[in-house]
């Protein structure tokens, strides 16, 4: 996750997590990511992330605050690093960007 | 027409000359040696075996020779071929039966993408199988060898050979070689049981091949529908557990432990989700045969409930 706009950072999906075959089972989420060949294993919070950006980009903030309701936890519980962890990871894969980061390889 | 229908003449015959056409399961193979006691071994362990039709395709020539050049003056030695080309280097002749076996193995996991491979045993009874997934020392083959000497059909020792059009998986009942402790615990558990001669300080210790019941001989080509995932774990002394076991879980192991997992990209992916998602999965430790056995009997009749 970039440091930039902690927060208001705007987050979007990538063309390569349109193409992410999913099975889940309990709250493991097993995904199939065609533009690399590998298999992931997600959990909830990893796979709501990649769920809240197929609306649209997303705000940090929005985003965390759309998780944590699809978890079921009080606004603001989802732990920072956590959720950073998430974030991070889903950038590394390159299924989640920064809209400016895009912007700017454009 | 099967090997043990060719006389000891005809059956050397073909395989020093145009190759003895064997079938194994879904591929034809063409064997070619010049070595008498390969030839010994083959009409032996290989008698029960169907040759292919003529005019059918042979899906691997491989052979199992002496060296050529220099070398086959130096050491007696036997060269695994295929396509007439050495991907190993050569075996102590000895140990030439073995080293043919071990390379039919790998022409199929590195040539049968086809298929999805999953690096498992596998069993049948009543049309429905159960997949041994388990990595080396496991003892997945002891376990097989006691099931399919105990009213189960063998499907695989090694490979769980899926078809991508419907799941289904399909036999390759192949000899299996067992390694050092487990062939005396074979020979305990079943005194019936058909066992070639041991080779000795072979690449993997000791290793003596089961020739299959002919029942699974005959049926190598009627497939399977998966049914249960039970990975196995032979542990010394160790009472009996079967598990339940998340199928989360049980499909990384699957993955992971298949031949061509990455090979098959989505549809490896799909195939497994579908197969661990219409299994149920359990993880076994044992240590007495008897005790498994009769576990996966009674596994297999509560599900017909």
């Known amino acids: ?106 | 027409m099967i090997v043990g229908d060719l006389s000891r003449r005809e059956l050397g015959s073909r395989l020093a000359g145009t190759g003895l056409g064997l079938r194994f399961g879904p591929f034809n193979l063409t064997i070619r040696s010049d070595l008498t006691s390969f030839a010994s071994l083959a009409r032996s362990l290989y008698a029960p075996y169907p040759l292919p039709e003529a005019g059918e395709m042979t899906d691997f020539h491989v052979g199992i020779r002496r060296p050529r050049g220099m070398r086959r003056w130096l050491r007696r030695q036997a060269s695994f071929t295929i396509d007439g080309q050495s991907p190993f280097a050569p075996y102590t002749v000895e140990h030439a039966f073995p080293a043919l076996e071990w390379g039919i193995n790998w022409c199929v996991a590195t040539r049968a993408h086809h298929l999805l491979m999953l690096h498992s045993a596998g069993v049948e009874r009543n049309g429905r199988a159960i997949l041994f997934p388990a990595s080396p020392g496991d003892g997945k083959s002891t376990l097989c060898t006691a099931l399919i000497h105990s009213g189960w059909r063998l499907m695989s020792d090694e490979f769980g050979l899926v078809r991508p059009e419907d799941g289904m998986l399909l036999p390759l009942p192949r000899l299996i070689p067992l390694k050092n402790e487990s062939i005396d615990v074979i020979r305990r558990f079943r005194p019936e049981a058909i066992i070639g001669p041991a080779f000795l300080e072979t690449r993997k210790g000791t290793v003596a091949h089961v020739r299959p019941p002919l029942e699974s001989i005959r049926r190598m080509h009627e497939p399977a529908r998966p049914r249960w995932f039970v990975f196995p774990r032979w542990i010394a002394n160790a009472p009996l557990t079967l598990e339940p076991m998340a199928k989360s879980q049980a499909f990384l192991m699957v993955a992971t432990n298949a031949f061509n997992y990455e090979v098959l990209d989505e549809t490896a992916f799909r195939l497994v989700a579908d197969l661990v998602g219409s299994c149920d999965c359990y993880s076994l430790s044992y240590s007495d045969l008897d005790e498994a056995v009769a576990a996966l009997d009674e596994l297999s009749r509560a599900t017909d409930v």
């Open chain 1, 1 to 106: 996750m970039s440091d930039s706009g902690e927060g208001a950072e705007i987050l979007i999906s990538t063309p390569a997590a349109g193409s992410l075959r999913w099975q889940q089972w309990d709250e493991v989420y097993l995904v199939y990511q065609a533009s690399s060949a590998e298999t992931h294993v997600f959990n909830d919070t990893t796979a709501l992330i990649l769920r809240c950006l197929e609306h649209g980009p997303q705000s940090l903030t929005a985003v965390r605050s759309w998780t944590e309701t699809a978890l079921g936890v009080e606004q603001g519980q989802l732990a920072t690093d956590h959720f950073a962890f998430a974030v991070g990871r889903l950038e590394e894969l390159g299924l989640v960007d920064s809209l400016e980061q895009a912007l700017a390889t454009q």
